[in-house]
Antibody, heavy 114, light 110 residues
Framework: EVQLVESGGGLIQPGGSLRLSCAAS????????MNWVRQAPGKGLEWLSV???????YYADSVKGRFTISRDKSKNTLYLQMNSLRAEDTAVYYC????????WGQGTLVTVSS | QTVVTQEPSFSVSPGGTVTLTCGLS?????????PSWYQQTPGQAPRTLIY???TRSSGVPDRFSGSILGNKAALTITGAQADDESDYYC??????????FGGGTKLTVL
């Protein structure tokens, strides 16, 4: 069974950094297309980034240059390194498998506030 | 910048049929955009309903169907039930690794 479990969210001050993790089971992260998607409070879904099985990475303009997607084959885990965080980055962050997305995690809340 | 468009809200009667659409601010949606549909209730993670235009995700009832109608992707719910009251999102693959979600449709069943 495919399972995705995000962690690493929390309260962070503007300008700070945070790394989100997504532990996967039931499949191999490095053999899959893996995405990050977020949802600000009361808003819609926003696609952020994808890492392909071959290692290519792509980003939405809203996070390009600030966020970095990566994976650890030995831990079967996906990451999102978030730098220079802003109030508008406050959201629930989901990891998701495949393009188009077929499987979702439950999400982790990131709050950027002083 | 291309915007993916969805109806902000829609209403359907129990047992009725409703078609939600997913378009582009410029151009037509085709199967090449791999349109996919997701259902989300408040406080829950999205649930995949339809991917690559018309493939139902495992466990999704066949009263949910996807298609291309004219220049848009479409999600049709036949025989709407009370628990279909949710937010529905489409996503389009724009190429070069980029996907874009629509703004979502809030479906009311009453």
């Amino acid at each position: 069974e495919v399972q995705l479990v995000e962690s690493g969210g929390g309260l962070i001050q503007p300008g700070g950094s945070l790394r989100l993790s997504c532990a996967a089971s039931g499949f191999t992260v490095s053999s899959s297309y893996m995405n990050w998607v977020r949802q600000a409070p009361g808003k819609g879904l926003e696609w952020l980034s994808v890492i392909y099985s071959g290692g290519s990475t792509y980003y939405a303009d809203s996070v390009k240059g600030r966020f970095t997607i990566s994976r650890d084959k030995s831990k079967n885990t996906l990451y999102l390194q978030m730098n220079s965080l802003r109030a508008e980055d406050t959201a629930v962050y989901y990891c998701a498998r495949d393009t188009p997305i077929a499987y979702w995690g439950q999400g982790t809340l990131v709050t950027v506030s002083s | 910048q291309t915007v993916v468009t969805q109806e902000p809200s829609f209403s359907v009667s129990p047992g009725g049929t409703v078609t939600l659409t997913c378009g582009l601010s410029s151009g037509s949606v085709s199967t090449s955009y791999y349109p996919s549909w997701y259902q989300q209730t408040p406080g829950q993670a999205p649930r995949t309903l339809i991917y690559t235009t018309n493939t139902r995700s495992s466990g999704v009832p066949d009263r949910f169907s996807g298609s291309i109608l004219g220049n848009k992707a479409a999600l049709t719910i036949t025989g709407a039930q009370a628990d279909d009251e949710s937010d529905y999102y489409c996503v389009l693959y724009m190429g070069s690794g980029i996907s874009v979600f629509g703004g979502g449709t809030k479906l009311t069943v009453l």
